[in-house]
Nanobody
């Protein structure tokens, strides 16, 4: 019912920047939560940054001051601006949206995940 497509990843040198995007499509009535997560090789998936329905922002301590999460609600798109990248930021990055969908007039809530996009930072 909801599809997420991530873009903007790739290979970048240490100190560089990228802008990750996550475009959502489907019968979205309301977005309740947005977040970016990442999973490095051999490690568990971790929350990078998120915005709750009431606008409260949360981010991983390691990325504060370097990563910025934002949204374009009109386009149902989520962004993650990543600056001053280090090799330790190398990971697959996933977007996650908790949404309310309109299913033929009935409202339902669900959590959608993107397939992930690779960010590789070379030293």
């Amino acid at each position: 019912q909801v599809q997420l497509v991530e873009s903007g990843g790739g290979l970048v040198q240490a100190g560089g920047s990228l802008r990750l995007s996550c475009a959502a499509s489907g019968s979205i009535d309301r977005i309740n939560y947005v977040g970016w997560y990442r999973q490095a090789p051999g490690k568990q998936r971790e929350l990078v940054a998120a915005i709750s329905a009431d606008g409260v922002r949360n981010s991983l301590e390691l990325v504060k001051g370097r990563f910025t999460i934002s949204t374009d609600n009109a386009k149902n798109t989520l962004f993650l601006q990543v600056n001053s990248l280090t090799p330790e930021d190398t990971a697959v990055y996933y977007c996650n949206l908790d949404v309310t969908v309109n299913n033929l007039g009935a409202l339902d809530t669900l959590s959608a995940w993107g397939k992930g996009i690779l960010v590789t930072v070379s030293s």
